[in-house]
């Protein structure tokens, strides 16, 4: 398939995933979220494992996972506080800014150059992340990233932002040297197993949460379940920052999630950036 609409399609089930996060997290603390966000994904993904070859492994695959484990973790936890203190279409839209961290980290970790193209399109991707606070600048030009100091979760996203643009180099390295569909049928059980003692821990060993909302856990499993699978079979066929322009997509279904399902207002002015975002990644996959 197409990388294009494999990104494509992960950004949705991503969106999905946030915004059936966001509605647990109205009754759950963000660590059981985490937690389910990764273990209730971990069955559909193992069902992969009979069905795909293993592939050799070398020592570059298990240091790419050693350093993905602890990051992932971090930004996991972080990502679900923001979606919870913050509306999604504040804080998702920073997650844009992952693409411009990416054109530094990917030439760093896996020495991709983009073309002028394609540096162009990301900067309008991060450009639309800004005009997605376009209201705030009746106050000044400056204003949508004062406002960023008044919301926790774009703060917390941001330094999410900083760390999937550090991750996913990582995630395609590991990619590389093992394969994309054992990578995805691996890496999220393997993370659920390292996070289930932190949920331990923050739940003071009280466990029955986990069966307390089968339903929309299982939804949240099954949505990430098919990110996971699509993201990694894109980024096998293209370079992350294009594969992550396109992925970033989920913003805007997560800006219309935000809208139906949570009543968020601002939603004409932020859908604004939107559109320049949608710019961004034609400039990205066209030329």
């Not at 900083?162 to 569909?181: C, Q, V």
């Not at 909302?213 to 992350?240: K, P």
Request: aromatic residues 14%.
């Amino acid at each position: 398939m197409n990388w294009f609409l494999l990104s494509l399609f992960c950004a949705f089930f991503a969106a999905s995933a946030d915004a059936l996060c966001k509605k647990s997290l109205l009754e759950s603390n963000e660590y059981l979220v985490a937690w389910v966000r990764v273990g209730f994904a971990t069955p559909f993904l193992l069902l992969l494992l009979p069905f795909i070859e293993i592939p050799r492994l070398d020592m570059y695959f298990f240091l790419a996972m050693l350093i993905l484990f602890p990051l992932e973790t971090i930004a996991l936890i972080l990502y679900m506080k923001a979606i919870k203190v913050s509306p999604l279409s504040i804080t998702l839209p920073f997650l844009a800014l992952s693409p411009i961290f990416m054109i530094f980290t990917s030439n760093l970790i896996l020495g991709e150059r983009l073309d002028q193209y394609g540096i162009m399109g990301i900067v309008l991707t991060a450009i639309g992340a800004y005009l997605l606070n376009v209201r705030t600048t009746r106050k000044g030009i400056l204003e949508p990233f004062k406002a960023i100091g008044r919301e926790r979760g774009s703060v917390y996203m941001i330094v999410v932002a900083f760390i999937y643009s550090i991750t996913s180099n990582l995630g395609k390295m590991a990619i590389l040297h093992s394969s994309p569909l054992f990578f995805a049928a691996t890496y999220l059980p393997i993370l659920a197993a390292i996070l289930f003692p932190v949920l331990v821990w923050k739940n003071h060993g009280k466990m029955k949460q986990i069966f307390s909302h089968g339903t929309i856990f299982s939804l949240i499993g099954l949505a990430l379940a098919f990110a996971t699978i699509t993201h990694f079979l894109a980024v096998s066929i293209a370079e992350v920052p294009y594969v992550i322009s396109v992925k970033r997509m989920s913003l805007l279904f997560g800006i219309m999630y935000g809208a139906i399902w949570f009543k968020e207002t601002n939603i004409r002015e932020r859908l604004i950036g939107g559109i320049v975002m949608i710019v961004g990644v034609i400039i990205i996959t066209i030329f």
